[in-house]
């Protein structure tokens, strides 16, 4: 493929710099209170609750806010809010 190429049906010019642009995975950063889900890290930062005690709750048969996408697990965290307002003593 030459470069620059022009697209014939819209007449966009894409140089190789922006090609290459394309090929590499951009980053979005979200705010985690706007993310729908949270990694077990993500909610300890927002919780202050330990990794190891998230990862524990996570566990527990019928836990209201976790997620699985495949093996790994994610925190609902609207869910996970709720489930702290709720209780006294984790």
């Known amino acids: 493929m030459q470069f620059p190429f022009t697209s014939k049906s819209k007449g966009v010019t ?44 996570l566990r527990q048969p019928n836990c209201p806010f976790v997620l699985y996408v495949g093996t790994r697990k994610l925190v609902k965290r609207r869910e996970f809010e709720e489930y702290i307002r709720r209780e006294i003593t984790i």
Not at 21 to 28: D, P, S, T, V
Not at 33 to 52: Q, V
């Open 14 to 57: 894409i140089t190789e710099d922006e090609v290459a642009g394309f090929n590499r995975k951009e980053q979005i950063q979200v705010p985690i209170h706007l993310k729908m889900t949270l990694t077990i890290k993500e909610a300890a930062e927002y919780s202050n609750i330990g990794i190891n005690k998230i990862d524990s709750m």
